[in-house]
Protein backbone atom coordinates (compact mmCIF):
# COMPACT_ATOMS: atom_id res chain seq x y z
CA UNK A 1 0.00 0.00 0.00
CA UNK A 2 2.81 2.43 0.95
CA UNK A 3 4.38 1.53 -2.31
CA UNK A 4 0.93 1.95 -4.49
CA UNK A 5 0.65 5.42 -2.98
CA UNK A 6 4.06 7.00 -4.22
CA UNK A 7 3.39 6.04 -7.55
CA UNK A 8 3.13 9.49 -10.03
CA UNK A 9 1.99 9.87 -13.91
CA UNK A 10 3.72 12.47 -15.16
CA UNK A 11 2.01 13.23 -18.76
CA UNK A 12 4.00 15.11 -21.19
CA UNK A 13 2.69 18.52 -22.06
CA UNK A 14 5.64 19.77 -24.64
CA UNK A 15 6.28 20.00 -27.87
CA UNK A 16 5.36 17.29 -30.34
CA UNK A 17 3.05 15.40 -27.59
CA UNK A 18 0.82 18.59 -27.19
CA UNK A 19 0.53 18.38 -30.74
CA UNK A 20 -0.60 14.62 -30.86
CA UNK A 21 -3.10 15.72 -27.94
CA UNK A 22 -1.26 15.50 -24.50
CA UNK A 23 -3.97 17.68 -23.07
CA UNK A 24 -6.39 15.21 -23.50
CA UNK A 25 -4.02 12.02 -22.12
CA UNK A 26 -3.52 14.13 -18.97
CA UNK A 27 -7.90 14.51 -18.37
CA UNK A 28 -7.93 10.55 -19.69
CA UNK A 29 -5.86 9.87 -16.92
CA UNK A 30 -7.08 11.67 -14.43
CA UNK A 31 -10.77 10.19 -14.94
CA UNK A 32 -9.89 6.81 -15.32
CA UNK A 33 -7.84 7.11 -12.79
CA UNK A 34 -10.63 8.07 -10.08
CA UNK A 35 -10.79 5.73 -7.70
CA UNK A 36 -8.80 3.25 -8.53
CA UNK A 37 -6.19 3.95 -5.74
CA UNK A 38 -3.50 6.31 -4.20
CA UNK A 39 -1.81 7.82 -7.49
CA UNK A 40 -1.01 11.16 -8.76
CA UNK A 41 -1.17 12.61 -12.05
CA UNK A 42 1.18 15.63 -12.92
CA UNK A 43 1.95 18.13 -16.42
CA UNK A 44 5.52 17.24 -17.39
CA UNK A 45 7.76 19.01 -19.61
CA UNK A 46 10.05 16.85 -22.18
CA UNK A 47 10.12 13.33 -21.55
CA UNK A 48 12.46 12.63 -24.52
CA UNK A 49 10.77 10.64 -26.44
CA UNK A 50 9.52 13.12 -29.21
CA UNK A 51 9.30 10.87 -31.99
CA UNK A 52 6.68 8.58 -30.05
CA UNK A 53 4.25 11.04 -29.16
CA UNK A 54 1.92 11.39 -26.81
CA UNK A 55 3.92 9.53 -23.86
CA UNK A 56 4.15 9.78 -19.95
CA UNK A 57 6.12 7.62 -17.32
CA UNK A 58 4.81 6.58 -14.08
CA UNK A 59 6.96 6.68 -11.12
CA UNK A 60 7.18 4.50 -8.33
CA UNK A 61 10.29 5.03 -5.84
CA UNK A 62 13.19 4.73 -7.69
CA UNK A 63 11.69 2.88 -10.61
CA UNK A 64 9.75 5.05 -14.04
CA UNK A 65 8.17 3.57 -16.93
CA UNK A 66 7.97 4.79 -20.10
CA UNK A 67 5.05 4.39 -22.03
CA UNK A 68 4.55 5.88 -25.34
CA UNK A 69 2.34 6.13 -28.30
CA UNK A 70 -0.61 6.89 -25.81
CA UNK A 71 -2.84 7.15 -29.12
CA UNK A 72 -6.12 5.92 -27.78
CA UNK A 73 -8.02 5.11 -24.42
CA UNK A 74 -6.91 2.09 -24.59
CA UNK A 75 -3.41 2.72 -24.19
CA UNK A 76 -4.20 5.39 -21.04
CA UNK A 77 -5.70 2.94 -19.34
CA UNK A 78 -2.73 0.90 -19.39
CA UNK A 79 -0.57 2.76 -17.79
CA UNK A 80 -3.37 4.04 -15.24
CA UNK A 81 -3.47 0.06 -14.30
CA UNK A 82 0.42 -0.03 -13.86
CA UNK A 83 0.15 3.22 -11.52
CA UNK A 84 -2.86 1.66 -9.73
CA UNK A 85 -2.45 -2.09 -10.09
CA UNK A 86 -6.00 -1.65 -10.69
CA UNK A 87 -7.57 -2.10 -14.56
CA UNK A 88 -10.20 0.87 -15.59
CA UNK A 89 -12.99 -0.64 -16.72
CA UNK A 90 -13.55 0.17 -20.58
CA UNK A 91 -16.85 -1.47 -20.91
CA UNK A 92 -18.63 1.79 -21.24
CA UNK A 93 -19.05 2.51 -24.84
CA UNK A 94 -20.57 6.31 -23.56
CA UNK A 95 -17.52 6.81 -21.93
CA UNK A 96 -15.06 5.40 -24.29
CA UNK A 97 -16.63 7.27 -27.28
CA UNK A 98 -16.79 10.80 -24.88
CA UNK A 99 -12.75 10.86 -24.07
CA UNK A 100 -12.18 10.17 -28.08
CA UNK A 101 -14.27 13.30 -29.08
CA UNK A 102 -12.50 15.30 -26.40
CA UNK A 103 -9.52 14.01 -27.98
CA UNK A 104 -10.15 14.71 -30.97
CA UNK A 105 -11.44 18.31 -30.22
CA UNK A 106 -8.17 18.82 -28.33
CA UNK A 107 -5.74 18.03 -30.92
CA UNK A 108 -8.02 19.98 -33.71
CA UNK A 109 -7.30 23.10 -31.13
CA UNK A 110 -4.15 22.70 -30.58
CA UNK A 111 -3.29 22.49 -34.27
CA UNK A 112 -5.35 25.62 -34.87
CA UNK A 113 -3.73 27.49 -32.36
CA UNK A 114 -0.84 26.83 -34.33
CA UNK A 115 -1.82 26.79 -37.50
CA UNK A 116 -1.35 23.75 -39.03
CA UNK A 117 -4.28 23.80 -40.51
CA UNK A 118 -3.70 19.93 -42.58
CA UNK A 119 -2.66 18.39 -39.16
CA UNK A 120 -5.95 19.95 -37.60
CA UNK A 121 -8.12 17.91 -40.56
CA UNK A 122 -6.67 14.71 -39.84
CA UNK A 123 -9.79 12.01 -39.67
CA UNK A 124 -12.62 14.94 -39.40
CA UNK A 125 -14.20 14.08 -42.85
CA UNK A 126 -14.63 10.40 -41.32
CA UNK A 127 -15.75 11.67 -37.95
CA UNK A 128 -17.84 13.77 -39.63
CA UNK A 129 -19.67 10.58 -41.35
CA UNK A 130 -19.43 8.60 -38.07
CA UNK A 131 -22.16 11.47 -36.17
CA UNK A 132 -25.34 12.62 -37.02
CA UNK A 133 -27.37 15.14 -35.70
CA UNK A 134 -26.43 18.71 -34.48
CA UNK A 135 -23.15 17.01 -33.62
CA UNK A 136 -22.26 16.14 -37.18
CA UNK A 137 -23.65 19.71 -38.22
CA UNK A 138 -20.90 21.25 -35.57
CA UNK A 139 -18.37 19.30 -37.33
CA UNK A 140 -19.25 20.03 -40.51
CA UNK A 141 -18.95 23.73 -40.09
CA UNK A 142 -15.75 23.23 -38.23
CA UNK A 143 -14.37 21.29 -41.16
CA UNK A 144 -15.64 23.87 -43.86
CA UNK A 145 -13.37 26.63 -41.26
CA UNK A 146 -10.41 24.87 -41.45
CA UNK A 147 -10.99 24.75 -45.33
CA UNK A 148 -11.13 27.91 -45.59
CA UNK A 149 -8.46 28.77 -42.96
CA UNK A 150 -5.92 26.27 -45.46
CA UNK A 151 -7.21 28.51 -48.81
CA UNK A 152 -9.41 25.55 -50.19
CA UNK A 153 -12.34 27.94 -50.80
CA UNK A 154 -14.18 25.67 -53.19
CA UNK A 155 -13.87 22.52 -50.93
CA UNK A 156 -15.46 24.54 -48.19
CA UNK A 157 -18.26 26.29 -50.14
CA UNK A 158 -19.07 22.47 -50.90
CA UNK A 159 -19.26 21.95 -47.15
CA UNK A 160 -20.99 25.14 -46.38
CA UNK A 161 -23.62 24.33 -48.96
CA UNK A 162 -24.40 20.86 -47.80
CA UNK A 163 -25.17 22.78 -44.34
CA UNK A 164 -27.43 25.62 -45.78
CA UNK A 165 -30.74 23.71 -45.45
CA UNK A 166 -30.95 23.49 -41.92
CA UNK A 167 -29.20 27.26 -41.60
CA UNK A 168 -31.01 29.75 -43.89
CA UNK A 169 -32.58 31.66 -41.02
CA UNK A 170 -29.00 31.43 -38.67
CA UNK A 171 -28.05 34.93 -39.51
CA UNK A 172 -23.91 34.09 -38.37
CA UNK A 173 -23.73 31.15 -40.21
CA UNK A 174 -25.47 33.45 -43.29
CA UNK A 175 -23.11 35.47 -42.96
CA UNK A 176 -19.97 33.65 -43.08
CA UNK A 177 -21.49 31.62 -45.91
CA UNK A 178 -22.09 35.07 -47.91
CA UNK A 179 -18.20 35.98 -46.87
CA UNK A 180 -17.05 32.82 -48.50
CA UNK A 181 -18.76 33.65 -51.42
CA UNK A 182 -17.45 36.76 -51.56
CA UNK A 183 -13.84 35.38 -51.27
CA UNK A 184 -14.82 33.28 -54.35
CA UNK A 185 -16.17 36.40 -56.11
CA UNK A 186 -19.89 35.12 -56.35
CA UNK A 187 -21.71 38.53 -55.83
CA UNK A 188 -24.91 36.86 -57.37
CA UNK A 189 -25.30 34.18 -54.69
CA UNK A 190 -24.68 36.99 -51.90
CA UNK A 191 -27.87 38.47 -53.30
CA UNK A 192 -29.91 35.38 -53.25
CA UNK A 193 -28.87 34.99 -49.48
CA UNK A 194 -29.55 38.25 -48.17
CA UNK A 195 -33.14 37.65 -50.11
CA UNK A 196 -33.64 34.68 -47.96
CA UNK A 197 -32.53 35.91 -44.38
CA UNK A 198 -35.25 39.42 -45.65
CA UNK A 199 -37.94 36.32 -45.38
CA UNK A 200 -37.46 36.01 -41.74
CA UNK A 201 -36.33 39.80 -40.52
CA UNK A 202 -38.50 42.92 -40.25
CA UNK A 203 -37.36 44.98 -42.37
CA UNK A 204 -37.22 48.38 -40.27
CA UNK A 205 -35.59 46.44 -37.65
CA UNK A 206 -31.90 47.13 -36.48
CA UNK A 207 -30.92 43.24 -37.11
CA UNK A 208 -31.93 43.55 -40.90
CA UNK A 209 -29.90 46.90 -40.72
CA UNK A 210 -26.55 45.44 -38.98
CA UNK A 211 -26.86 41.93 -41.45
CA UNK A 212 -27.64 44.00 -44.78
CA UNK A 213 -23.89 46.23 -43.61
CA UNK A 214 -22.17 42.87 -43.16
CA UNK A 215 -23.61 41.29 -46.22
CA UNK A 216 -22.49 44.11 -48.42
CA UNK A 217 -19.04 43.77 -46.89
CA UNK A 218 -18.76 40.48 -48.06
CA UNK A 219 -19.16 41.89 -52.06
CA UNK A 220 -16.26 43.99 -51.17
CA UNK A 221 -13.08 40.91 -52.37
CA UNK A 222 -10.46 42.03 -50.31
CA UNK A 223 -6.84 41.91 -52.27
CA UNK A 224 -5.14 40.68 -49.73
CA UNK A 225 -6.98 37.39 -49.49
CA UNK A 226 -5.11 36.50 -52.94
CA UNK A 227 -1.20 36.37 -53.32
CA UNK A 228 0.59 35.37 -56.63
CA UNK A 229 -2.95 34.28 -58.26
CA UNK A 230 -3.90 31.56 -55.27
CA UNK A 231 -6.11 31.66 -52.16
CA UNK A 232 -4.20 33.16 -49.31
CA UNK A 233 -3.70 30.47 -46.42
CA UNK A 234 -4.53 32.09 -43.39
CA UNK A 235 -1.53 33.26 -40.94
CA UNK A 236 0.74 32.23 -43.74
CA UNK A 237 2.75 34.68 -45.97
CA UNK A 238 4.84 33.39 -49.80
CA UNK A 239 8.83 34.40 -49.11
CA UNK A 240 10.90 34.19 -51.81
CA UNK A 241 14.01 31.88 -51.80
CA UNK A 242 17.27 33.89 -52.17
CA UNK A 243 19.78 31.95 -52.02
CA UNK A 244 21.63 28.86 -50.15
CA UNK A 245 24.45 28.85 -48.53
CA UNK A 246 26.27 25.17 -48.03
CA UNK A 247 27.74 25.13 -44.30
CA UNK A 248 28.56 20.93 -44.84
CA UNK A 249 28.57 18.19 -46.60
CA UNK A 250 24.75 18.18 -45.01
CA UNK A 251 23.75 21.20 -43.96
CA UNK A 252 22.48 24.60 -45.37
CA UNK A 253 21.48 28.36 -44.88
CA UNK A 254 17.93 28.75 -46.60
CA UNK A 255 17.99 32.13 -47.22
CA UNK A 256 14.44 33.88 -48.20
CA UNK A 257 13.03 37.18 -48.11
CA UNK A 258 9.38 38.59 -47.82
CA UNK A 259 7.74 41.87 -48.20
CA UNK A 260 4.01 40.70 -47.41
CA UNK A 261 3.44 42.94 -44.20
CA UNK A 262 0.89 39.77 -42.85
CA UNK A 263 4.01 37.98 -41.98
CA UNK A 264 3.45 39.16 -38.63
CA UNK A 265 6.42 39.52 -36.03
CA UNK A 266 7.79 37.39 -33.34
CA UNK A 267 6.87 40.15 -30.36
CA UNK A 268 3.76 41.84 -31.35
CA UNK A 269 3.92 45.32 -29.64
CA UNK A 270 1.98 48.93 -30.21
CA UNK A 271 -1.43 50.63 -28.92
CA UNK A 272 -0.66 49.10 -25.07
CA UNK A 273 1.21 46.04 -25.55
CA UNK A 274 4.44 45.21 -24.24
CA UNK A 275 6.67 43.02 -26.16
CA UNK A 276 6.77 39.43 -24.89
CA UNK A 277 10.32 37.86 -24.40
CA UNK A 278 10.49 34.76 -26.10
CA UNK A 279 12.23 32.27 -28.63
CA UNK A 280 10.29 31.27 -31.59
CA UNK A 281 9.68 29.26 -35.00
CA UNK A 282 7.84 29.31 -37.99
CA UNK A 283 6.00 26.39 -39.64
CA UNK A 284 7.43 25.73 -43.18
CA UNK A 285 4.46 24.48 -45.75
CA UNK A 286 6.37 21.42 -48.28
CA UNK A 287 4.22 20.90 -50.67
CA UNK A 288 4.67 17.46 -51.65
CA UNK A 289 1.64 16.46 -53.16
CA UNK A 290 -0.93 14.00 -51.46
CA UNK A 291 0.78 12.61 -48.40
CA UNK A 292 -0.30 10.37 -45.72
CA UNK A 293 0.20 13.08 -42.78
CA UNK A 294 -2.90 14.98 -43.95
CA UNK A 295 -5.54 15.49 -45.92
CA UNK A 296 -3.66 18.54 -47.29
CA UNK A 297 -1.27 18.54 -50.30
CA UNK A 298 1.71 19.93 -47.83
CA UNK A 299 3.28 18.71 -45.08
CA UNK A 300 4.26 20.90 -41.74
CA UNK A 301 7.35 21.07 -40.42
CA UNK A 302 8.90 23.36 -37.44
CA UNK A 303 11.87 25.49 -37.98
CA UNK A 304 13.58 28.11 -35.88
CA UNK A 305 15.19 30.77 -37.42
CA UNK A 306 19.00 31.44 -36.91
CA UNK A 307 18.32 35.22 -37.98
CA UNK A 308 17.23 37.71 -35.49
CA UNK A 309 13.62 38.75 -34.93
CA UNK A 310 14.42 41.70 -36.08
CA UNK A 311 15.65 40.29 -39.48
CA UNK A 312 12.17 38.75 -39.67
CA UNK A 313 10.37 42.15 -38.84
CA UNK A 314 12.22 43.67 -42.07
CA UNK A 315 11.88 40.58 -44.30
CA UNK A 316 14.30 38.21 -44.04
CA UNK A 317 14.90 35.13 -42.61
CA UNK A 318 17.66 32.62 -42.46
CA UNK A 319 16.67 28.82 -41.81
CA UNK A 320 19.67 26.35 -40.74
CA UNK A 321 18.75 22.90 -42.17
CA UNK A 322 20.06 19.60 -42.86
CA UNK A 323 19.17 17.62 -45.95
CA UNK A 324 18.49 14.12 -45.21
CA UNK A 325 17.59 11.71 -48.19
CA UNK A 326 14.70 10.53 -46.62
CA UNK A 327 13.17 13.56 -45.22
CA UNK A 328 10.22 14.35 -47.29
CA UNK A 329 10.26 18.39 -46.36
CA UNK A 330 14.42 18.80 -46.23
CA UNK A 331 14.17 17.06 -49.74
CA UNK A 332 11.71 19.01 -51.20
CA UNK A 333 13.08 22.22 -50.01
CA UNK A 334 16.51 21.12 -51.42
CA UNK A 335 15.29 20.76 -54.90
CA UNK A 336 13.46 24.09 -55.32
CA UNK A 337 15.04 26.60 -57.35
CA UNK A 338 16.30 29.91 -56.29
CA UNK A 339 13.41 32.48 -56.64
CA UNK A 340 10.37 30.06 -56.36
CA UNK A 341 7.98 31.29 -53.13
CA UNK A 342 7.71 29.25 -50.16
CA UNK A 343 4.86 29.45 -47.26
CA UNK A 344 6.21 30.49 -44.13
CA UNK A 345 3.89 31.14 -40.94
CA UNK A 346 3.19 33.76 -38.97
CA UNK A 347 5.68 33.46 -35.70
CA UNK A 348 5.17 31.01 -33.64
CA UNK A 349 6.33 30.74 -29.40
CA UNK A 350 8.90 28.04 -28.40
CA UNK A 351 10.14 29.10 -24.58
CA UNK A 352 9.38 32.10 -22.80
CA UNK A 353 12.01 34.23 -21.39
CA UNK A 354 13.66 34.15 -18.81
CA UNK A 355 12.61 31.07 -17.92
CA UNK A 356 13.38 28.99 -21.11
CA UNK A 357 10.19 27.01 -20.61
CA UNK A 358 7.13 26.63 -22.93
CA UNK A 359 4.75 28.06 -20.54
CA UNK A 360 3.49 28.76 -17.41
CA UNK A 361 5.59 29.49 -13.75
CA UNK A 362 8.91 28.91 -14.20
CA UNK A 363 12.45 29.67 -11.91
CA UNK A 364 14.03 32.71 -12.88
CA UNK A 365 17.27 30.65 -13.65
CA UNK A 366 20.75 31.88 -12.19
CA UNK A 367 22.48 30.47 -15.17
CA UNK A 368 21.72 28.62 -18.49
CA UNK A 369 23.25 25.46 -19.74
CA UNK A 370 22.40 24.57 -23.53
CA UNK A 371 22.99 21.08 -24.26
CA UNK A 372 22.42 20.85 -28.11
CA UNK A 373 23.22 18.65 -31.20
CA UNK A 374 23.11 18.92 -34.83
CA UNK A 375 20.59 21.70 -36.05
CA UNK A 376 19.59 21.69 -32.31
CA UNK A 377 21.97 24.84 -32.64
CA UNK A 378 19.58 27.14 -33.88
CA UNK A 379 18.26 27.38 -30.66
CA UNK A 380 21.11 28.64 -29.29
CA UNK A 381 21.34 32.13 -31.18
CA UNK A 382 17.44 32.80 -30.17
CA UNK A 383 18.70 32.59 -26.69
CA UNK A 384 21.42 34.82 -26.71
CA UNK A 385 19.75 37.18 -28.88
CA UNK A 386 18.15 38.11 -25.50
CA UNK A 387 21.19 39.70 -24.25
CA UNK A 388 21.25 42.79 -26.58
CA UNK A 389 17.82 43.25 -27.17
CA UNK A 390 18.13 46.34 -28.70
CA UNK A 391 20.06 44.60 -31.96
CA UNK A 392 18.63 41.58 -32.09
CA UNK A 393 15.14 41.97 -31.61
CA UNK A 394 14.53 45.85 -32.08
CA UNK A 395 13.25 47.04 -28.95
CA UNK A 396 14.65 47.00 -25.40
CA UNK A 397 13.50 44.56 -22.70
CA UNK A 398 13.76 45.27 -18.76
CA UNK A 399 16.98 44.08 -17.88
CA UNK A 400 16.01 41.15 -15.74
CA UNK A 401 14.70 39.27 -18.78
CA UNK A 402 17.64 40.09 -21.34
CA UNK A 403 19.92 36.50 -19.30
CA UNK A 404 22.71 38.38 -18.41
CA UNK A 405 23.61 35.49 -16.64
CA UNK A 406 26.60 32.91 -17.04
CA UNK A 407 25.35 30.90 -20.46
CA UNK A 408 27.42 27.69 -21.42
CA UNK A 409 27.25 25.49 -24.39
CA UNK A 410 27.56 21.59 -24.74
CA UNK A 411 27.51 21.10 -28.78
CA UNK A 412 27.52 17.72 -30.54
CA UNK A 413 28.18 17.56 -33.96
CA UNK A 414 29.66 15.08 -36.48
CA UNK A 415 32.66 15.78 -38.05
CA UNK A 416 31.34 15.92 -41.36
CA UNK A 417 28.39 18.59 -40.13
CA UNK A 418 30.06 21.08 -38.44
CA UNK A 419 27.60 23.95 -37.98
CA UNK A 420 27.58 27.86 -36.98
CA UNK A 421 31.39 27.57 -36.15
CA UNK A 422 31.83 31.04 -37.18
CA UNK A 423 29.18 31.97 -34.99
CA UNK A 424 30.47 29.90 -32.10
CA UNK A 425 33.77 31.82 -32.06
CA UNK A 426 31.85 35.13 -31.78
CA UNK A 427 29.67 34.20 -28.49
CA UNK A 428 33.50 32.83 -27.03
CA UNK A 429 35.21 36.36 -28.09
CA UNK A 430 32.47 38.59 -26.40
CA UNK A 431 30.83 36.92 -22.97
CA UNK A 432 28.78 39.68 -21.95
CA UNK A 433 26.72 38.80 -25.08
CA UNK A 434 27.66 35.29 -26.22
CA UNK A 435 28.84 32.39 -23.72
CA UNK A 436 30.86 32.07 -21.00
CA UNK A 437 32.35 28.79 -21.91
CA UNK A 438 32.17 26.13 -25.20
CA UNK A 439 32.27 22.62 -25.56
CA UNK A 440 32.40 21.09 -28.76
CA UNK A 441 32.25 17.10 -29.02
CA UNK A 442 32.91 15.58 -32.79
CA UNK A 443 31.46 12.66 -33.18
CA UNK A 444 32.40 9.97 -36.50
CA UNK A 445 31.21 11.12 -39.66
CA UNK A 446 28.12 9.24 -41.31
CA UNK A 447 28.82 6.26 -43.64
CA UNK A 448 26.71 7.25 -46.51
CA UNK A 449 27.20 6.85 -50.10
CA UNK A 450 25.96 10.00 -51.09
CA UNK A 451 25.33 13.30 -49.05
CA UNK A 452 23.09 16.45 -50.84
CA UNK A 453 26.52 18.95 -50.97
CA UNK A 454 29.60 16.81 -51.74
CA UNK A 455 31.40 19.89 -52.78
CA UNK A 456 31.38 21.40 -49.68
CA UNK A 457 34.68 21.81 -48.01
CA UNK A 458 34.97 21.12 -43.85
CA UNK A 459 35.48 23.60 -41.45
CA UNK A 460 38.77 22.73 -40.26
CA UNK A 461 41.08 25.91 -39.78
CA UNK A 462 37.62 27.61 -38.38
CA UNK A 463 37.75 24.76 -36.22
CA UNK A 464 41.07 25.41 -35.12
CA UNK A 465 40.20 28.90 -34.37
CA UNK A 466 37.50 27.66 -31.93
CA UNK A 467 39.64 25.24 -30.00
CA UNK A 468 42.37 28.23 -29.61
CA UNK A 469 40.08 30.23 -27.54
CA UNK A 470 40.61 30.13 -23.78
CA UNK A 471 36.91 29.76 -23.12
CA UNK A 472 36.57 27.32 -25.91
CA UNK A 473 37.21 22.92 -25.93
CA UNK A 474 36.88 20.82 -29.36
CA UNK A 475 37.04 17.41 -28.54
CA UNK A 476 37.07 14.11 -30.47
CA UNK A 477 34.59 12.40 -28.42
CA UNK A 478 30.85 11.71 -27.87
CA UNK A 479 28.50 13.55 -24.97
CA UNK A 480 29.51 11.44 -21.63
CA UNK A 481 27.30 11.17 -18.16
CA UNK A 482 30.93 12.11 -16.73
CA UNK A 483 31.45 15.84 -18.78
CA UNK A 484 27.90 16.71 -18.38
CA UNK A 485 27.87 16.32 -14.70
CA UNK A 486 31.46 18.34 -14.49
CA UNK A 487 30.12 20.88 -16.58
CA UNK A 488 26.42 21.10 -14.48
CA UNK A 489 28.43 21.41 -11.33
CA UNK A 490 30.29 24.75 -12.37
CA UNK A 491 26.66 26.65 -12.98
CA UNK A 492 25.25 29.01 -10.45
CA UNK A 493 22.10 27.61 -9.36
CA UNK A 494 19.25 27.50 -10.07
CA UNK A 495 20.24 26.44 -13.44
CA UNK A 496 18.42 26.32 -16.68
CA UNK A 497 19.08 23.08 -18.95
CA UNK A 498 17.98 23.26 -22.71
CA UNK A 499 18.40 20.20 -24.32
CA UNK A 500 17.67 20.20 -28.27
CA UNK A 501 19.08 17.76 -30.88
CA UNK A 502 17.57 14.70 -32.75
CA UNK A 503 15.39 12.02 -30.30
CA UNK A 504 17.73 10.26 -29.42
CA UNK A 505 20.11 12.41 -28.30
CA UNK A 506 17.51 14.39 -26.11
CA UNK A 507 16.92 10.85 -24.45
CA UNK A 508 20.01 10.07 -23.52
CA UNK A 509 21.07 13.63 -22.56
CA UNK A 510 17.22 13.01 -20.01
CA UNK A 511 18.24 9.61 -19.13
CA UNK A 512 22.10 11.44 -17.44
CA UNK A 513 20.34 13.82 -16.07
CA UNK A 514 18.01 11.43 -14.11
CA UNK A 515 20.64 9.41 -13.15
CA UNK A 516 22.62 12.82 -11.58
CA UNK A 517 19.49 14.07 -10.01
CA UNK A 518 18.83 16.71 -11.44
CA UNK A 519 15.05 17.91 -11.09
CA UNK A 520 12.87 17.53 -14.29
CA UNK A 521 11.17 21.53 -13.68
CA UNK A 522 15.04 22.15 -14.68
CA UNK A 523 14.97 20.91 -17.68
CA UNK A 524 13.56 21.78 -20.84
CA UNK A 525 13.48 19.39 -24.30
CA UNK A 526 13.12 20.75 -27.75
CA UNK A 527 12.93 18.30 -30.48
CA UNK A 528 15.48 19.25 -33.00
Request: hydrophobic letters at 40%; one cysteine or more; a neutral charge.
Amino acid sequence: QAQAMTKIIYVCQAGSCRDAGSEAVLSEIEELAKGLGQCSVRESGCLGACAQAPNAIVQGGRRETLHVRLKDVKTTAAVVQEATGKAPCLDDPALVGRLTHIRQMRVRQQAQRVFKWSTAMVGLAEQVEQATGAKRRKLQLEHAQLLTAAGDWEAALAVMQQLRSSNTRDEQFSIEFARLLGKLGRVAEIDAVEEELALHLNQNSAASTRIASALRSCKQQNPSDIVDGQPRIENYCLWQLQGVTQVSKHSAIFHLVCRDKKRGTPHPRGRGKHPEPKTWHTTMLAQIGKNNEGPLPWIERDYTPVSSAKDWESGKCDILIKVYANGLATSWLSQQPIGCRVWLSQPVKTLEVPGLVPDGPSFRPASVLLVLAGTGIVAAPQVLQHRDPIQKLGFGTPSWDQLHVPIDLVFSCRQDDVLMVETMISWCTDQNKGLRRCIVLLTEPENLTSVPFPSTKQADDLINDLAALPNARVLPSRLSRELLVDTFSTMPMPCRIVVSGPASFNAAVKDMLDQCSVSREAVTILSA
